[in-house]
């Protein structure tokens, strides 16, 4: 299959850093439980750790569930990296578990125990706060060094951005992200769709005004659009991974609720999938011209073109589809050598 060449100017930024053997250094910010692509998103995420190509700095939680961070601390346990921090937002929104993040913390075996057992940092279910996570994380990188993924809500990358001088760093959080974040991949927006309001933005639209506007790094968003068209094969989990692997389990409960308790089988939408995916292998997407980013009290999107502008959005080029949910299905159905 041959696929069409895409144009060198957006991609050569990329280029020039997939070259560099250094990995890079990730943080990460999800609305665990509110949908099950963020489970496989930080699964991909732990195979480029285990692979050499990434560190986790920190993951954080922008959903108020206090289930959430446990879900995230017990998928880094798994993946063997249990030393990676979770961050929460105790105020965030969504503050109900969702269809798996407190289902499967729960699980036990026969015997009582926990089926899937938590990093000493995490037991007793204290987390440091997100934001105060995220100003330590970018006061201890290299200048430039940080690339950060938003998969969720922009609750806590407007807080951080807001963020005044303290005991962590002199520096308000526009300058540390000016400063540290070489660039933001954020799942959120519609642009095919404008006139129709993406969950993540809607969700919570003042902290999404609040991040386009304060926002000193480049923008990367992967709009709705993207990842709607990419269904994530649930054959792959079958086939890659043990039954009893958290993600898996946490799929098939999600699968459930999608359809009203019916079946556990779905192939989802792999919208936060692909934020992940554009830092490692960026060269597979198409990338819009260069502009701004807005959105209005409803959560609507609005892109205006210009040179100087910070923010571009994913595409998916004609034949490429199929490459992209490959390396997806492959990356996300991960399961750790023991």
Known sequence: MKFAKFPYFPLAFFCALAALAAPERIVFDTDMGNDVDDALALAMLHRFKNEGKAEIAAVLVNKGAPEAPVFCALLNEYFGNGSVPVGHIADGKTPRAGAFAGKVAAAKNSDGSPKYPLPERARGGKFPDAVKLARRVLAESEDGGVVYISVGFLTNAAR???????????????????????????????????????????????????????????????????????????????????????????????????????????????????????????????????????FDDAGRTKFSPSEGGKSAYLKIPEGRAEKILEKLANAAAYEPLN
Request: charged content about 25%; aromatic content about 12%.
């Open 160 to 294: 951080l951005l807001e963020s005044p001088p303290d005991e962590i760093s002199p520096l308000t959080g526009a300058e540390l992200a000016a400063k540290k974040v070489k660039f933001f991949s954020v799942m959120g927006g519609n642009f095919a769709a404008a006139e129709r309001a993406e969950y993540n933005i809607k969700e919570d639209a003042k902290s999404a005004q609040i991040f386009a506007k304060l926002c000193p790094s480049k923008i990367y968003f992967s709009g709705y659009e993207v990842g709607e068209g990419l269904r994530f094969p649930q054959s792959a989990l079958d086939e890659k991974t043990r039954p009893d692997n958290p993600v898996n389990e946490a799929y098939k409960l999600y699968a459930r609720t999608v359809n009203g308790g019916k079946s556990d089988r779905h192939d989802r939408p792999s919208w936060d999938l692909t934020s992940v995916l554009f830092v490692f292998e960026p060269e597979l997407f198409g990338v819009s011209e260069t502009g701004n980013v807005s």
